[in-house]
């Protein structure tokens, strides 16, 4: 029975099931949307949450340039960029539309981007759609992003 046991295993151990949701959510940290199978997506919609959850409660001392932060402001954000690099890898490479390859700090990306992108938001980061079956085995698959704020869609609105 498995009671009171939350979570999927995916037929791996502790250590490859960790590793494999620290490399999702860093790709879609890094890509903003990523395709997977429906049960992974919905796996790592918790793990990305929490992360920008961590992120966001630091309020502006997030994305406040650090010299204008004060040293207790610099204390927690030290504490939070530690507990998220802890997870994610730090640095990861974006191959850009012009062939080069353009280095990416995943932890302040979350910190910085997401929190401020995220501020007013009160959960619910993430977006999965469902494709269908993939061609080869038949599991399900699905594109698992992140949403865009409602300020950001006003925005565009605006400009279009």
Same mark, same amino acid.
């Given at each position: 029975? /498995?009671? +009171?046991?939350?979570?999927?295993?995916?037929?791996?151990? %502790?250590?490859?099931?960790?590793?494999?949701?620290?490399?999702?959510?860093?790709? *879609? =940290?890094?890509?903003?949307? &990523? $395709?997977?199978?429906?049960? +992974?997506? +919905? $796996? *790592?919609?918790?793990?990305? $949450?929490?992360? =920008? @959850?961590?992120?966001?409660? *630091?309020?502006?001392?997030?994305? @406040?340039?650090?010299?204008?932060?004060?040293?207790?402001?610099?204390?927690?954000?030290?504490?939070? %960029?530690?507990?998220?690099?802890?997870? *994610?890898?730090?640095?990861? %490479?974006? =191959?850009?539309?012009?062939?080069?390859? +353009?280095?990416?700090?995943?932890?302040?990306?979350?910190?910085?981007?997401?929190?401020?992108?995220?501020?007013?938001?009160?959960? !619910?980061? @993430? /977006? =999965?759609?469902?494709?269908?079956?993939?061609? !080869?085995?038949?599991?399900?698959?699905?594109? &698992? $992003?992140?949403?865009?704020?409602? @300020?950001?869609?006003?925005?565009?609105?605006? %400009?279009?």
């Amino acid at each position: 029975m /498995r009671h +009171k046991n939350t979570g999927r295993k995916f037929d791996r151990n %502790t250590s490859s099931r960790r590793a494999m949701f620290r490399n999702l959510a860093a790709n *879609l =940290i890094l890509h903003e949307r &990523i $395709e997977t199978t429906d049960a +992974k997506a +919905k $796996e *790592l919609r918790g793990v990305t $949450e929490k992360l =920008i @959850t961590k992120a966001k409660r *630091l309020g502006a001392a997030a994305y @406040t340039e650090h010299d204008k932060l004060s040293p207790a402001d610099k204390a927690r954000r030290l504490a939070v %960029t530690r507990e998220i690099g802890a997870f *994610l890898p730090r640095f990861s %490479t974006r =191959i850009e539309k012009g062939g080069e390859a +353009k280095q990416v700090d995943l932890v302040e990306k979350v910190i910085v981007e997401l929190a401020k992108r995220f501020a007013t938001r009160p959960g !619910g980061y @993430t /977006r =999965i759609v469902k494709f269908g079956p993939r061609r !080869g085995d038949g599991a399900p698959i699905s594109m &698992i $992003e992140f949403v865009q704020d409602a @300020t950001a869609g006003d925005e565009a609105a605006k %400009t279009a």
